[in-house]
C-alpha cells in the first residue's frame, strides 16, 4: 500500500507544502516585494518556520534547502540572518543559487525539505 500524499494550501499551480513519507516539502517567498534584503529574508524565514510547525516539523528537522538570491551582495546579509535563524548544530545540506527570479522586485526565494516528527 502507497503512503498518502498531504497537500495544504493547494491551487491550480503550486501548494504551500506536499508531505509524503514523513517528509515535507515547501517553498517561499516575501510578502513584501519592496522590502530590503533584510526584510525579505526574516520574512521568508518567518513564513517557512510557520510552514514547518502546520506541518509538524520545525526549523531543526530541515534536510535540505535551495535558497535562490538575485544579487550576490545580498549573501553577506542572507548569511547573517540564516546563521542566526538556524539552530546549531542543525545546519541542512543547502545550496545558493544567484538567479533572476520571477517578480523582479523579489531577492530571494527558499524552497526547503524537513523531516516529520
Known amino acids: 500500500m502507497s503512503s498518502p ?3 495544504t494550501g493547494t491551487t491550480q499551480r503550486w501548494s504551500d507544502t506536499v508531505t509524503h513519507n514523513q ?11 519592496k522590502a530590503d534584503i533584510a526584510g525579505q529574508t526574516l520574512n521568508v524565514l518567518g513564513l517557512l518556520e510557520a510552514r514547518l ?6 526549523k531543526s528537522r530541515i534536510l535540505s534547502c535551495t ?10 546579509k542572507f548569511n547573517e540572518l540564516w546563521d542566526a535563524w538556524v539552530p546549531e548544530g542543525c545546519a541542512p545540506v543547502r545550496a545558493c543559487v544567484v538567479a533572476d ?3 523582479p522586485d523579489w531577492k530571494v ?5 524537513a523531516a516529520v516528527a
Open 5 to 7: 500524499i498531504e497537500r
Open 67 to 76: 535558497i535562490f538570491i538575485t544579487d550576490r551582495a545580498h549573501i553577506a
Open 109 to 113: 526565494e527558499i524552497q526547503m525539505t
Open 23 to 33: 517528509t515535507v516539502y515547501l517553498c517561499e517567498v516575501p510578502e513584501d516585494p
Open 53 to 58: 510547525k502546520e506541518a509538524g516539523s520545525s
Open 101 to 103: 527570479l520571477l517578480n
